[in-house]
């Protein structure tokens, strides 16, 4: 192998990147005027501190060889770190935005609580933050208990031993608060604080947590992820517990307030017990119930009315089910029957009597009106008719000369036609 080739230092975007989990690392880099093939192995991948991605501009430490089977040269990359970027600053960007595309950072906050008797701290045990802690905590809250779960605070093992000891104050179940801090420092120093196993921890802890990490201009990923964040270890001592004096002096002011209002509250009601005990019941007893045996004798006037009323209602209704029963017997039922034939047998003679009557009447009334039109009624006042050949003449044009025959009321007479003159001519004579 080429010795100049052994450590070589490369400057390059990445491509053709595709992560896969707990495995070695595929991909290329390349620049305006050529390409090469890299792998990275599972050992060297996992101690980055950030995320590769395609399209990113990187610095890469590696040896450059030849690949026997593809006969393709490949650099092996032992380091790698963002080009123009701290590899630290883009690791805490990358795991700011997966964290807070999940939620972990608006998620519910967990309120502390107002009196806490056991806190839990987990902190450098020879640090100035667990001092801060105990005399701010000392001074303000006294009888609230300081419980330190020592942990390491910088370093490669500092993340692990953090979570272990936040996964202890857990399991204790006697804490009412937890308390993560360290001082300032930068971002190397701080970076336990910005692992993504420290701030899953503090977001699964069931104790609400205060993170005091760094001073007030820094920001980790604890501080985001915890429930409340706290600018100095002071500060975080001052969130988690009350001024025991101020409290003191407002139980004191509640205590006064009860007295007061239950005072208040007792002349109230004696006022109203002796208004009660003036009152005429107290002076009169018996007129307590009056009213009641007032009302009770209405009551029973009223019920025995009422009893009367229905019974009363009962007895016409048995009579009217007697009546109705007696008219439904079949003797009963016969003589209605009876009487119906007899009332009906009237009504039918009636009506053929009334029909015989109408029916004469209109028969008489018809031979009137047949003899008003009779032919020999209408002969009898005058009129007469001429036959010839047993034919009715009704015009002069169906006469001819000859032998006619003159019908009247009383018989006929034989005449003979010498002479026709129509109704014309005889008027023009």
Known sequence: MDPYLGKVYLTGEISNFRLRPHAHQYFSLKDDHAKINA?????????LKFTP???MKVLVVGRISLYGPSGNYQVYVERMEPDGVGQLYQAYEQLKRKL?????FTAPKQALPRFPKRIAVVTSPSGAVIRDIMTTTKRRFPIAQIVLYPALVQGQEAADDIVRQITRANANGSFDTLIIGRGGGS???LWPFNEEKVARAIAASTLPVISSVGHETDTTIADLVADVRAATPTAAAELAVPVLSDELVKLQQQQTRLVNAMANRIKLRQERLNQLMTSYVFQQPQRLYETYVQRLDNAQQGL???MQLQLQQRQQRVQLVTQRLQSQTPLALVRQDQQQVT???????NEIHRYLTTQENRVAQLASGLDYLSPLKIMSRGYSYVTQDDQIIRQTAALKPGPATIHLSDGTAEAEIKTIKPATEAKHD
């Not at 792998?39 to 101690?47: G, P, V």
């Not at 009332?343 to 003679?349: A, C, H, M, S």
């Open 39 to 47: 792998i990275m192995f599972r050992s060297a991948f996992e101690k």
């Open 53 to 55: 991605e395609t399209g």
């Open 100 to 104: 807070a595309s999940e939620g972990l």
């Open 187 to 189: 971002i190397e120093d």
């Open 304 to 306: 025995t009315q009422r």
């Open 343 to 349: 009332v009906t047998t009237e009504r039918l003679t």
